[in-house]
């Protein structure tokens, strides 16, 4: 039956895609308030920005009133790229080196801002500059710190699945399954099904974009990122349609994954698949 294939899905890969790759600004970097000055104010209460290898920039915060803002863009070389969670809002980003420059645009506001890597890359400085509405000039030095490697490349290797841990209902469980990660951020999976048969398939994740799955016919996956350590999928097969939860533990040794739904004959499925880190 179709859903058996749904076996071999049910597990955290778009998780695994957060390696970085040589850009020294891909990871997970958290606002340290105590350092950071903003002028005029008010400050904020929290700020966290994940950059990501495919270009995602997502920014996650709490302002001083209490309201919570969570906002993002794609990152292009010379590309003038939309605020999605921000009207008539825009940024032009450049990145060189150690160094990041953005022209902003909130309406008819305008800022310049840079941010500086220190020499360990495990700090980041942005300044930012500009006339905010009420004609104020604004001066923000913003000090971030990066977040630690399981939040952000720990993820990256070869992982293998804990059949013992896992449970798959209806089933039957796979005898193995192996999940491996390239440096172009492809996603392998290679799996024993319980009567021995072998199937290899294979994917490159793409937030909010539905991809097709390699070697599973009329398959796709569309991805919604909750966090650094969290993400959620809506599977497609056939005429079928799943939900999946993964979340990565906080050593980065452990990933678990639930999926849920129907199979074509009414059938309830529950998985939970728990993987771990070779």
Wanted: avoid cysteine; proline fraction near 5%; glycine fraction near 10%.
């Amino acid at each position: 039956m179709k859903y058996a294939l749904l076996l071999v899905l049910a597990t955290p890969l778009a998780l695994l895609a957060q390696a970085a790759q040589g850009d020294p600004f891909i990871g997970t970097w958290k606002l340290d308030t105590a350092k950071s000055k903003f002028d005029p104010g008010p400050p904020l209460t929290s700020q966290t920005v994940t950059i990501r290898s495919d270009g995602k920039v997502s920014v996650e915060g709490t302002a001083s009133n209490g309201n919570v803002e969570s906002w993002s863009y794609t990152y292009a070389p010379g590309t003038q790229a939309q605020i999605t969670g921000m009207e008539d809002s825009s940024v032009l980003e450049k990145r060189s080196g150690n160094t990041l420059e953005h022209a902003w645009k909130f309406g008819a506001e305008s800022f310049k801002g840079k941010g500086v890597l220190s020499s360990d890359g495990q700090t980041m400085t942005y300044t930012m500059d500009g006339i905010d509405n009420q004609g104020r000039h604004e001066h923000d030095i913003l000090i971030y710190d990066r977040a630690a490697e399981s939040d952000s490349t720990a993820a990256a290797g070869t992982w293998k699945l804990n059949v013992a841990k896992s449970e798959f209902s209806p089933g039957p469980a796979p005898a193995s399954d192996t999940v491996t990660v390239g440096a172009d951020h492809k996603i392998t999976v290679n799996q024993v099904r319980a009567n021995g048969e072998t199937m290899n398939y294979s994917f490159t994740p793409s937030e909010g974009t539905a991809v097709p799955v390699m070697g599973i016919p009329d398959s796709t996956v569309l991805e919604k990122r909750i966090d650094s350590h969290t993400v959620e999928h809506i599977w497609k097969m056939g005429d079928m349609t799943l939900t999946g939860k993964g979340v990565i533990s906080e050593d980065g040794k452990t990933m678990t994954y639930t999926m849920t739904g129907t199979t074509p004959n009414g059938t309830p499925i529950h998985n939970v698949e728990v993987l771990e880190k070779q």
